[in-house]
């Protein structure tokens, strides 16, 4: 799975970082994220994903 956030569209609300910490970082920086998780965290992703108030998290196929 691949990852892509829309950077626009992110609010920081820190949501996917409560839900998947291996994935998604909060920093002075900003959202950092893994843009290819291993493929057993892709239920945790999923559940990261929902969980955006924004639904700035987009998530597609392994290329």
Do not use: N, S
């Not at 839900?19 to 892709?42: H, K, N, Q, R």
């Amino acid at each position: 799975m691949k990852i892509r956030v829309d950077e626009d569209a992110c609010q920081e609300h820190g949501q996917c970082v409560l839900i998947a910490p291996d994935v998604f970082d909060l920093g002075v920086d900003g959202l950092t994220y893994v843009p290819d998780p291993p493929d057993e965290l892709e239920a945790t992703v999923q559940e990261a994903a929902a969980a955006c108030p924004v639904q700035a998290i987009l998530l597609g196929p392994a290329t």
